[in-house]
């Protein structure tokens, strides 16, 4: 597609429950990023990937969040045993960033915006 | 560790007003990139400019402006004669050009900008 993909746009879960959250970068795109985007936290990095590997995900709140990129394209971000705290937009990136090259600009997508009641 | 300030929450201004968005940042690297992303109500971050820490020319995009000042370690936003459709939340963002996390943003808190007619 043009521009980078997420689904579903919205997604109200009750507190307990797994869900997970898709992002399909730009085509040909080799790195990808999920960051969230809350009222009292702003927009925070979450996790990088380039190409399917993870050499970054210290922005991840707790054990209970993960995230896996296949194929070089599409990532999942998995957030288990939802608590209301994770209630935000989370939103995914993605740019033709080189391993080691910097200051490439990331394309985003109009996010997740995840309700935990 | 790298910070970003905007200390503007809110503006309102009228159409055809200009208007300034603050922006100032903190880093310990010499070389780094800033960025300045608009978010419409529609939710994904528009990209608008990038610029390294080597090239302090001000850039004018139409009726958009940047004023880059290593001196004072502020990156300004300049919307000239303001319409409606200016109305979003703007972000600055800044990453760092060494080290081993040189593609991560790490964003200001944004700027909500009401232009009304």
């Known amino acids: 597609g043009a521009g980078v993909s997420q689904s579903p746009s919205n997604k109200v879960t009750e507190k307990g429950k797994d869900v997970e959250l898709r992002c399909d970068p730009i085509s040909g795109h080799t790195a990808l990023y999920w960051y969230r985007q809350s009222l009292g936290q702003g927009l925070e990095f979450l996790i990088y990937f380039q190409g399917n590997s993870a050499p970054d995900k210290s922005g991840l709140p707790s054990d209970r969040f993960s995230a896996e990129r296949t194929g070089g394209s599409v990532s999942t971000l998995t957030i288990q045993r939802t608590q209301q705290e994770d209630s935000a937009v989370y939103l995914c990136?993605?740019?033709?960033?080189?391993?080691?090259?910097?200051?490439?600009?990331?394309?985003f997508g109009q996010g997740t915006r995840l309700t935990v009641v | 560790a790298q910070k970003v300030t905007q200390a503007q929450t809110e503006i309102s201004v009228v159409e055809k007003e200009d208007v300034t968005l603050d922006c100032v940042y903190e880093?310990?690297?010499?070389?780094?990139?800033l960025f300045w992303y608009k978010q419409p109500p529609s939710g994904e971050l528009v990209f608008l400019i990038r610029?390294?820490?080597?090239?302090?020319q001000n850039e004018i995009s139409g009726r958009y402006s940047w004023n880059f000042q290593k001196s004072t370690s502020s990156f300004n936003f300049t919307i000239t004669a303001s319409q409606v459709v200016d109305s979003a939340v703007y972000f600055c963002a800044l990453s760092e050009g060494s080290g081993g996390s040189n593609y991560k943003l790490t964003f200001g808190k944004g700027t909500l900008l009401t232009v009304n007619p």
């Open positions: 990136a993605s740019s033709r960033r080189a391993q080691g090259e910097w200051g490439t600009e990331a394309f």
């Open positions: 880093t310990r690297d010499t070389t780094y990139y």
């Open positions: 610029r390294n820490s080597f090239d302090e």
